[in-house]
């Protein structure tokens, strides 16, 4: 099908969100009553990044949270970013994203052990983490009282603009010496 490309643009664009191939086929299988091969979805979607790889477009396809999605271009990103602060009156918390932190590097997390790691109450942080749908109850702990554990979604994994959770910075590089006070001396 020479036209597969478009379709699957069209699939892009409408989603609210990164579709995966997995999704893409099924939908294209179903509608075309066909059995189209990943390899030719993969293909139309180099096709598609190629053809949005061209300056005269603001944007590209990207691979993200393990499938496509229209991005904005970096040369826009001030733009972008100028347009979110206006729009984001809302922004988060420096607790909140304490928190968002830990949830992603330690999912799925009970809120004790969150509370445990910060030494404060985090009720209003998780709450908020959820309402804006960066974190979600991913289950329930086996211990006593089976507390809620918490995980991230999708759309944490598009917020901060990661294919997956092992995209996320490894800890030891945030890791800072111990027992150091002032700058090192040179040798």
């Given at each position: 099908m020479e036209s597969l490309s478009l379709y699957i643009e069209s699939l892009i664009f409408a989603s609210d969100r990164a579709i995966s191939i997995k999704t893409l086929k099924l939908t294209l299988n179903t509608h075309f009553?066909?059995?189209?091969?990943?390899?030719?979805?993969?293909?139309?979607?180099?096709?598609?990044?190629?053809?949005?790889?061209?300056?005269?477009?603001?944007?590209?396809?990207?691979?993200?949270?393990?499938?496509?999605?229209?991005?904005?271009?970096?040369?826009?990103?001030?733009?972008?970013?100028?347009?979110?602060?206006?729009?984001?009156?809302?922004?988060?918390?420096?607790?909140?994203?304490?928190?968002?932190?830990?949830?992603?590097?330690?999912?799925?997390?009970?809120?004790?052990?969150?509370?445990?790691?910060?030494?404060?109450?985090?009720?209003?942080?998780?709450?908020?983490?959820?309402?804006k749908e960066l974190i979600v109850i991913a289950g329930r702990d086996e211990g006593p009282g089976r507390p809620l554990l918490y995980g991230t979604t999708e759309k944490f994994l598009n917020h901060f603009g990661l294919k997956n959770l092992t995209e996320l910075p490894k800890l030891k590089e945030f890791e800072i010496e111990e027992n150091t006070v002032g700058l090192k001396e040179e040798e």
């Open positions: 009553e066909n059995n189209f091969k990943e390899e030719e979805i993969v293909e139309a979607i180099e096709e598609l990044k190629v053809k949005y790889s061209d300056p005269q477009h603001s944007f590209e396809v990207l691979e993200i949270a393990d499938g496509f999605q229209f991005m904005t271009k970096g040369a826009y990103y001030p733009l972008l970013s100028q347009h979110l602060r206006i729009e984001s009156k809302r922004k988060l918390s420096k607790s909140a994203l304490e928190t968002l932190a830990i949830i992603s590097y330690k999912q799925p997390v009970a809120k004790s052990s969150i509370e445990g790691i910060r030494g404060v109450n985090c009720d209003y942080s998780i709450q908020k983490l959820l309402e």
